[in-house]
């Protein structure tokens, strides 16, 4: 009988995420070398995988709690883009399907860009329904970010398809006539918060970026906005744009 070639294998072996005894069997006792090696680098990314099943099931118990409680349409919400020097704050409130499961996902900040990029579109496809919210540099300067955070959350809620029946927030509480519990560091506690947060930060990093072309010299596709060394020296040398928020120090000043 003609043996599987090595790159078949390794085929094989990256659409799987489970082997017989049989199967397992046949590549540990496989004379070459490469084919052992394969085995074991997917046994490896397997239990880097159980891992984050296990990450998602233990940041899933606030969701379980409220499912079992009647909740059906239970959002996350959660927001980008308070601490930078320039452009929007944007917000996010999402409803997960509640089989849903999306192993790796995380607060944003924790996550690469890559990584966001790939979980941005994971969750919209894991969505019953979801609602971004912008405020505009002008506005935060005229309200403050803390009030602007607040009006990017509330403009994500009336931007969902679907009204959530309980939202999970993330260290806010909103003047809304739908129940909601105020998580500190909820991104971290909740998948529901975390996927907001991805949503928000993707979709402010997106808009930087074409920020980034309006306004050139400031760097805003890589600073995001933020107080960066060269984004500094940029507003020093240029002076700022309308997109800058000019009650954040050093603007202010």
């Known amino acids: 009988m003609r043996q599987q070639?090595?790159?078949?294998?390794?085929?094989?072996?990256?659409?799987?995420?489970?082997?017989?005894?049989?199967?397992?069997?046949?590549?540990?006792?496989?004379?070459?070398?490469?084919?052992?090696?394969?085995?074991?680098v997917w046994?490896?990314?397997?239990a880097r995988f159980q891992n984050l099943i296990q990450k998602f099931r233990e940041m899933n118990r606030i969701e379980d709690e409220w499912h079992q409680r009647g909740a059906r349409k239970l959002?996350?919400?959660?927001?980008?883009?308070?601490?930078?020097?320039?452009?929007?704050?944007?917000?996010?409130?999402?409803?997960?399907?509640?089989?849903?499961?999306i192993p790796g996902i995380?607060?944003?900040?924790?996550?690469?860009?890559?990584?966001?990029?790939?979980?941005?579109?994971?969750?919209?496809?894991?969505?019953?329904?979801?609602?971004?919210?912008i405020?505009?540099?002008?506005?935060?300067?005229?309200?403050?970010?803390?009030?602007s955070a607040k009006k990017a959350m509330m403009l994500a809620v009336s931007e969902m398809e679907v009204e959530p029946d309980h939202l999970l927030i993330d260290a806010m509480k909103l003047p809304l006539n739908i129940s909601q519990t105020s998580l500190i560091k909820g991104d971290a506690r909740s998948n529901s918060i975390a996927?907001?947060?991805?949503?928000?930060?993707?979709?402010?990093?997106?808009?930087m970026d074409k920020l980034d072309k309006v306004y050139p010299g400031y760097g805003f596709a890589v600073n995001k906005g933020y107080g960066t060394r060269e984004h500094l020296s940029a507003i020093k040398k240029l002076g700022p744009c309308p997109e800058h928020r000019m009650t954040f120090a050093p603007l202010k000043s």
Do not use: W
């Open 195 to 207: 996927a907001a947060s991805i949503l928000a930060k993707v979709t402010r990093d997106r808009l």
């Open 106 to 133: 995380n607060d944003s900040k924790q996550l690469s860009a890559v990584k966001r990029n790939y979980y941005f579109e994971r969750i919209k496809e894991s969505a019953l329904s979801f609602g971004i919210g």
């Open 135 to 147: 405020v505009s540099a002008r506005e935060i300067d005229t309200i403050n970010i803390y009030e």
């Open 5 to 40: 070639s090595i790159a078949k294998i390794r085929e094989e072996l990256d659409r799987s995420h489970f082997l017989n005894d049989k199967k397992r069997s046949e590549l540990a006792q496989d004379s070459r070398i490469g084919v052992r090696h394969l085995l074991e």
């Open 75 to 101: 959002a996350g919400i959660d927001e980008a883009g308070r601490g930078p020097l320039a452009g929007p704050v944007v917000a996010a409130c999402v409803i997960l399907e509640p089989d849903a499961v």
């Open 43 to 46: 046994d490896k990314k397997q």
